[in-house]
């Protein structure tokens, strides 16, 4: 029994140290080409994630700069003689403080705008707001003045072509001696058929920008550059060698000149990174030195000797040390397991350790212990599922009565001419019937517009007609499927939170349609909106929100649902903003009934 100890033990240290040694050779020899390859492209990686956060801040400021120039529509007066085409003199009299108020009242300090104009159809400028000109900083009247260049071509060209999208563009003022960010917003009147009634130009400091790059410029050889497709080089920053240059100079020509296919493109001993953004055009471009990726790999060739060395040691008293304390609990395991075979159900496993191995006898104690209680309990199974099966039976007969009720009130209102309960009944029952059958888990598009409006004409008696309904709902996709119950409580959440504290008109509007292969239903109020943080608690169920309201439960419970069923890129998305409404958007692959059926 000794010898066999040792030849135990003995083979786990030649084991684990020809196991060692064999790997930390292979290493030795492989690293180079493997891990080295590997490491590089992680910094390339990581690189790339750079831009792409740089790219999420930018989009961010591009956002609210956006929203404040839609504020606009707010001066309905305004609007509306865009609208008519009034004279522009009578217009610039009338409104010459219009580009002020926009400016002052909807973008703070830090946002740095330097000037903001207004302009009608006929690109004739109606509004001009400058900020702090001097001779060191002058800004012009009117964009379209020729006695110098403000890219104004490029605006003029934006105006009348069909992109809807806010611009961002810039051009170069000769009195600050830097580059001006200009973003563009075109005004619509969608019931004209040309909607372009004039547009917006607020032109920002591009020190705005500049402090963004800045935060996500890491090393001062990173070399990077801002340029919307199309248009001029926005912003720069970083040297580079004559190679690189030259590569540059060809990106920043492509993009000019429209090109998007840039894929390929190598600055000599630079990598190249291209990132877009997801709404605006404007795109960030990176010449990122080699030298910088390859940092971390020349770090760990210098330490790869010494780990080798350590490890050698650490191994070997390791593997002297656990062998011994492993080889004595599994003999004893052993014997114990052969006398339970031989018919000693009765014996169990004693003095266990609390290591993996007294883990596992644990675990065989409990197996035996379940194995006797489960022979006991078969029985009582047996008699439990039964008693289960009545009581689904039972359960069957209260939703029938529950629908013959309701039918019975409402041909009773209606014989009585009382027409708004014999109404009210027959959508209550409508509700219930849909909410209580469980059989179908999948319902179509049609089915839930039905049962919502059975909903919200429940909601509508309570409420006296205080909410607006508008419904958009593609004639296609009435056939598609979706989970049961997954409209009406994105709408009973508008009611209860959106719309409860509004004051003055109170509206609704439901869509549905397909989005980029997707089913896509939106439900937008016009109510008081959600912060960010509440929009969070909304979706992940934490804070107060899923202990203490239903609707939000509903919410969470759709949003979770639709990511199990059809993946994480599915499920609820909310847009909001305090003051300014929520917009929530439920996304699911398109399936149709006909091929659910199929499918089932």
Same mark, same amino acid.
């Given at each position: ?41 992680? !910094? ?25 120039? @839609? ?7 305004? &609007? ?24 002052? #009242? ?26 702090? &000109? ?22 003029? +060209? ?35 058929? /040309? ?16 402090? @963004? ?15 919307? %497709? ?30 998007? #296919? ?26 990122? %030195? ?16 010494? @780990? ?33 075979? !031989? ?25 035996? /212990? ?28 209260? %939703? ?6 309701? /039918? ?59 909410? *607006? ?17 997954? =409209? ?6 508008? =009611? ?13 509007? =439901?869509?549905? *349609? ?62 909001? +903003? %305090? ?22």
């Amino acid at each position: 029994m000794r010898i066999r100890k040792m030849n135990m033990r003995f083979k786990i240290l030649v084991l684990c140290l020809g196991s060692t040694l064999v790997g930390l050779v292979l290493q030795t020899l492989f690293f180079q080409e493997s891990s080295s390859k590997l490491i590089y492209n992680q !910094a390339k990686q990581e690189s790339f994630r750079t831009l792409q956060n740089m790219q999420n801040d930018l989009q961010n400021i591009s956002r609210s700069v956006e929203n404040g120039l @839609i504020d606009i529509y707010n001066e309905k007066e305004f &609007v509306t003689d865009l609208k008519r085409g009034t004279d522009p003199g009578q217009m610039r009299e009338k409104y010459y403080r219009a580009a002020y108020k926009l400016a002052t #009242e909807n973008f703070d300090t830090s946002m740095a705008v330097l000037a903001l104009y207004l302009y009608n159809a006929e690109h004739e400028i109606i509004s001009t707001y400058r900020r702090a &000109v001097t001779p060191k900083h002058n800004y012009p009247l009117d964009i379209y003045d020729t006695t110098q260049d403000n890219n104004a071509k490029r605006v003029k +060209e934006y105006f009348e072509s069909d992109e809807t999208q806010m611009m961002i563009s810039s051009y170069y003022n000769e009195y600050r001696e830097k580059n001006i960010i200009r973003f563009v917003l075109k005004f619509y009147n969608y019931s004209s058929s /040309d909607p372009r009634i004039g547009y917006a130009v607020c032109d920002v400091d591009s020190k705005v920008i500049e402090k @963004i790059v800045r935060k996500y410029r890491r090393d001062e050889e990173m070399y990077i550059w801002l340029q919307p %497709p199309g248009d001029r080089v926005m912003l720069q920053f970083g040297t580079l060698d004559e190679s690189a240059q030259m590569i540059y100079e060809q990106i920043s020509k492509k993009v000019s000149e429209g090109e998007t #296919e840039l894929t390929g493109m190598q600055g000599g001993q630079r990598e190249f990174f291209a990132v877009d953004q997801d709404k605006y055009r404007l795109s960030a471009y990176s010449l990122m %030195p080699k030298s910088l990726l390859n940092k971390t790999q020349r770090v760990l060739n210098e330490n790869l000797i010494l @780990i080798t060395a350590v490890m050698l040691a650490a191994v070997s008293i390791s593997v002297i040390f656990v062998s011994r304390t492993i080889t004595r609990p599994l003999e004893n395991m052993t014997d114990t397991v052969k006398r339970i075979q !031989a018919g000693e159900t009765q014996l169990r496993m004693e003095n266990l350790n609390g290591d993996e191995v007294g883990n596992l006898s644990t675990s065989f104690n409990k197996m035996l /212990d379940q194995i006797e209680g489960l022979i006991a309990s078969q029985y009582e199974n047996e008699l439990t599922k039964n008693r289960a099966m009545y009581q689904a039976l039972q359960a069957q007969i209260n %939703p029938h009565f529950l629908y013959n009720t309701l /039918d019975t009130m409402s041909s009773i209102a209606e014989i009585q001419e009382c027409t708004q309960v014999s109404a009210l009944s027959q959508s209550l029952a409508g509700i219930f019937r849909y909410s209580l059958n469980m059989k179908e888990p999948l319902s179509t598009v049609a089915q839930e517009i039905i049962h919502l409006k059975n909903y919200i004409y429940v909601m509508d008696v309570r409420m006296q007609n205080q909410i *607006g309904y508008v419904f958009d709902v593609e004639e296609r996709v009435w056939q598609y499927t979706l989970p049961r119950i997954s =409209i009406q409580p994105l709408v009973e959440n508008a =009611i209860n939170h959106g719309l409860r504290n509004k004051k003055g008109e109170k509206r609704i509007c =439901i869509s549905a *349609g397909e989005k980029d292969g997707c089913l896509q239903i939106s439900v937008e109020d016009n109510g008081v909106g959600m912060t960010r943080q509440r929009i969070a608690e909304v979706l992940e169920g934490s804070g107060e929100v899923s202990e203490a309201t239903s609707t939000s439960i509903g919410i969470i419970n759709i949003h979770r649902r639709m990511k199990l069923l059809y993946g994480e890129e599915y499920g609820v998305v909310i847009h909001s +903003e %305090p003051g300014k409404g929520t917009m929530l958007f439920l996304r699911i692959p398109l399936d149709k009934q006909e091929e659910q059926k199929i499918w089932d």
